[in-house]
């Protein structure tokens, strides 16, 4: 499926970010000097205005034996996310929640540099944003995952796969772990209790009896970077290679901004910083609708859509 739309943290530079720009390609300066001017008029080096992301492609449900599954491909960049659901204990500060957990696995296919251990801080570095953002009750119902209060609860293991690395990581993983959560599907549970006050838990035969999340307060990552004196959203890894700095804007589908970061070596002012947010939610909206329109359309078709996905 293919859609297109339209307190800062300190400017330190992390070493999972170094690795990551390590991903990214090298270009001369007669090239960046090429892509700054044409970003200054609103036509950047493959056709798009300053606010254009690239055609994506969505496609869920393409895992079979995860409770929910989605793959996204944003450019060169591809991200398969699977999510699993288990019933274990509700942590102790919050005995009526459930809780999502996050694991990034960077593969080596993305880039040589993930070899080995190479891609584990940046595979925790995304993992820590997104559990920020995502493991809310403003982004996702907890309670609704909470089958007995203080002692069963579902966590939502959130699996996300770096198949190829080809600019604007951090939104293509919020569009797929989006997707993955509208694809997963929760069983309903109940709680029997006999005459000797034994409490047993009751799993439901049909797999239509479900739990179906509510995403619609979802936030999807926008990343703005900042080239010459404007700023533009997907960059590509050559337009990442010419910039110094970069917004990360979490933004719901109501335009509300729930996290915002600073990356790169660079430094950002105010005006411009402000400039970008409003950017940010203003492109965010535009996204949300669309991939929704998107998700909603692929569902309705249920069983005769196509399967593209590559482990179909």
Not at 75 to 90: F, N, S, Y
């Amino acid at each position: 499926t293919l859609f297109r739309s339209d307190a800062l943290r300190a400017p330190w530079i992390s070493a999972a970010w170094l690795k990551l720009e390590m991903a990214s390609v090298v270009l001369s300066e007669a090239e960046k000097v090429y892509i700054a001017h044409g970003i200054q008029e609103d036509l950047r080096v493959d056709g798009r205005g300053c606010e254009d992301y690239r055609c994506i492609e969505v496609e869920t449900d393409v895992v079979s034996n995860t409770s929910g599954s989605a793959r996204v491909k944003l450019g060169h960049t591809d991200i398969l996310v699977g999510v699993k659901a288990e019933m274990v204990m509700p942590k102790h500060e919050r005995p009526k929640e459930g809780y999502l957990e996050f694991f990034v696995d960077c593969s080596a296919n993305a880039t040589p540099e993930f070899e080995g251990r190479g891609g584990e801080e940046l595979g925790t570095e995304i993992s820590n944003t997104l559990y920020r953002i995502f493991n809310n009750d403003a982004s996702i119902n907890l309670k609704s995952l909470c089958i007995q209060p203080g002692e069963h609860c579902w966590v939502l293991y959130v699996d996300i796969l770096l198949l190829e690395c080809g600019g604007n990581l951090f939104d293509a993983i919020s569009i797929a772990a989006k997707a993955a959560l509208f694809n997963t599907r929760v069983p309903k549970v109940r709680v029997i209790e006999d005459e000797e006050g034994t409490k047993e838990i009751e799993l439901s035969d049909d797999p239509y009896d479900c739990i179906r999340l509510n995403v619609e307060n979802v936030p999807c990552i926008v990343t703005l970077s900042k080239i010459g004196h404007r700023h533009v959203v997907d960059a590509t890894l050559q337009e990442e290679a010419c910039s110094l700095a970069s917004l990360l804007i979490s933004v719901t589908s109501k335009g509300v901004l729930t996290c915002i970061r600073k990356v790169g070596k660079g430094s950002l002012d105010p005006e411009s910083i402000f400039e970008m947010i409003e950017t940010g939610k203003r492109v965010g909206k535009s996204l949300h609708i669309s991939l929704q329109d998107v998700l909603n359309k692929e569902e309705s078709l249920g069983k005769k859509r196509p399967k593209v996905g590559f482990l179909r």
